[in-house]
């Protein structure tokens, strides 16, 4: 029998191996084994659930428009627990001059596509609305070429528009640096709205009116809202995975298993775990960060290995703070607030968790979280517990008013855990695929090369599962 094996059990591990089992050929027979080097699955996806509270210590949503988690959710028979947000809570704030400022309704990922309430705004000045409302009169660039996301903002949107406004939502969800961003690879609908309708305005506007026509509930009473999530935390995601798929027979998942480096034997591969006798297999499919990926086939080609060391990291840590609420003078009527690098702070956002998504708080508290960290200020995350905690507790204090002790606190790490999608990222995937597609059975997967969400990384391990299927067919 044939053995592929999968080196990774986060969300783009598990969703190759269970695209598959369900692409698989008729007849096929072959064994899949996931070795996951950590005592768990799920990666950077972590859900706790402690006195009536759920926190998320990585990711706590994905993306609607890309439909591919929403998708797995469905197969998965977890339709009925998607959860959308609070609408009635639908809005965020930027902290900016010290005090938080409602972001206009109608921007969507930084494009404003409603005027009024743009020019009531109290966080964009004068001279800065103007220069967005002019973003449909700016030229299309000429050159092809790659583009920092802040050079991109500020040729379409103005200055004042990427320091409070793209820069923040960048930094809060990406933890990146819009000097360095390639805006291809990071964000390629802002660059397929300006080369087809030649502006970010008018593009974003008709997408949204052709997708309010086309929407559909993914369940019987169940609305689409832009983020979802799952009732019971994006870990019920994992362990339905991980359940389904040993339930399928001839797959395995074992954790707790460090692969040192693969290497190659006779048509095959030898998986070499720490510890333990090597594994041979027939394919071998790396679900790992992609310096993890240039260590464990330094062997088989260098230079592949070199360049997968040009894709950077950064480091990022959530803190998880509970509060009677009682003890929170602030309406709390939003999602929560993004913090420009301009303001010189030590959190680049915060979510007020339990007005975003129901189920995460008991009735009578509130759950907030913080992220520390990213490329502005990445040493923060080597920060102990205690100094990590009083520094958001300040920020909160300053920020929010909020001078109560918490009842409750979670500190979570992902040391060098997102990737950065650098100027010239897409060339770089480019050769990596290319290369690595003359090792035949040896396949990359992840969120180092075609998007870092939860949807993206689980349409790349469909991508690539079938391409490991096709090979084993042979």
């Known amino acids: 029998?044939?053995?592929?094996?999968?080196?990774?059990?986060?969300?783009?591990?598990?969703a190759t191996a269970y695209s598959l089992r369900e692409h698989q050929a008729k007849g096929a027979d072959f064994e899949i084994v996931v070795l996951e080097k950590n005592s768990r699955v799920g990666g950077n996806i972590r859900t706790e659930k402690i006195d009536g509270f759920l926190i998320e210590?990585?990711?706590?949503?994905?993306?609607?428009?890309?439909?591919?988690?929403?998708?797995?959710?469905?197969?998965?028979?977890?339709?009925?627990?998607?959860?959308?947000?609070?609408?009635?809570?639908?809005?965020?704030?930027?902290?900016?001059?010290?005090?938080?400022?409602e972001l206009p309704e109608g921007v969507v990922l930084m494009i404003p596509t409603r005027i009024l309430p743009l020019l009531t705004s109290s966080l964009i000045s004068l001279p800065g609305k103007l220069r967005m409302a002019l973003e449909p009169f700016v030229p299309k660039r000429a050159g092809k070429g790659d583009e920092s996301l802040g050079d991109f903002v500020r040729r379409r949107l103005g200055k004042e528009a990427l320091d409070k406004i793209a820069e923040p939502l960048?930094?809060?969800?990406?933890?990146?640096?819009?000097?360095?961003?390639?805006?291809?690879?990071?964000?390629?609908?802002?660059?397929?709205?300006?080369?087809?309708?030649?502006?970010?305005?008018?593009?974003?506007?008709?997408?949204?009116?052709?997708?309010?026509?086309?929407?559909?509930?993914?369940?019987?009473?169940?609305?689409?809202?832009?983020?979802?999530?799952?009732?019971?935390?994006?870990?019920?995601?994992i362990d339905t995975l991980a359940a389904r798929l040993q339930a399928l027979g001839r797959t395995s998942i074992r954790t707790g298993k460090a692969v040192t480096s693969v290497t190659k034997k006779?048509?095959?591969?030898?998986?070499?775990?720490?510890?333990?006798?090597?594994?041979?297999?027939?394919?071998?499919?790396?679900?790992?960060?992609?310096?993890?990926?240039?260590?464990?086939?330094?062997?088989?080609?260098?230079?592949?290995?070199?360049?997968?060391m040009t894709i950077p990291y950064v480091?990022?840590?959530?803190?998880?703070?509970?509060?009677?609420?009682?003890?929170v003078a602030h309406p709390l009527k939003g999602f929560g607030f993004v913090v420009p690098k301009t303001e010189k702070r030590k959190i680049m956002a915060a979510t007020w968790t339990s007005m975003k998504f129901k189920h995460r708080a008991p009735e009578d508290s509130v759950l907030i979280r913080c992220?520390?960290?990213?490329?502005?200020?990445?040493?923060?995350?080597?920060?102990?517990?205690?100094?990590?905690?009083?520094?958001?507790?300040?920020?909160?204090?300053?920020?929010?008013?909020?001078?109560?002790?918490?009842?409750?606190?979670?500190?979570?790490?992902?040391?060098?855990?997102?990737?950065?999608?650098?100027?010239?990222h897409q060339e770089r995937v480019e050769w990596i695929e290319d290369r690595i597609a003359r090792e035949k059975g040896l396949f990359l997967t992840g969120s180092a090369y075609h998007g870092i969400g939860i949807s993206d990384s689980i349409r790349t391990g469909e991508v690539v599962a079938k391409k490991a299927l096709h090979f084993l067919a042979f």
Not at 173 to 193: C, N, W, Y
């Open 1 to 14: 029998m044939k053995r592929v094996v999968i080196i990774g059990g986060g969300i783009g591990g598990l």
């Open 57 to 101: 210590g990585g990711p706590d949503c994905f993306l609607s428009e890309k439909p591919w988690a929403m998708e797995l959710c469905k197969r998965l028979g977890l339709a009925e627990e998607l959860l959308p947000t609070n609408e009635e809570n639908r809005k965020t704030f930027v902290l900016s001059g010290g005090r938080l400022h």
């Open 170 to 237: 960048v930094a809060g969800v990406h933890a990146g640096d819009p000097e360095t961003m390639s805006i291809r690879s990071s964000f390629p609908k802002f660059v397929q709205l300006e080369e087809e309708h030649g502006s970010l305005i008018k593009g974003m506007v008709k997408r949204m009116a052709l997708s309010k026509k086309s929407s559909k509930p993914v369940a019987p009473g169940k609305k689409i809202t832009m983020f979802l999530t799952l009732r019971g935390g994006l870990s019920d995601l």
């Open 266 to 308: 006779g048509g095959g591969y030898m998986v070499n775990i720490e510890g333990e006798p090597p594994l041979e297999a027939d394919a071998v499919i790396i679900a790992a960060p992609a310096y993890a990926a240039s260590r464990l086939i330094r062997s088989i080609d260098g230079e592949l290995a070199d360049r997968l």
């Open 315 to 327: 480091s990022t840590a959530t803190v998880s703070l509970a509060f009677k609420r009682r003890d």
């Open 371 to 424: 992220f520390v960290g990213g490329s502005k200020d990445s040493d923060l995350v080597s920060l102990g517990d205690t100094e990590m905690i009083m520094a958001v507790r300040d920020e909160l204090r300053e920020i929010m008013g909020i001078d109560a002790a918490p009842v409750l606190v979670r500190v979570y790490r992902w040391i060098n855990s997102m990737p950065q999608y650098t100027i010239g």
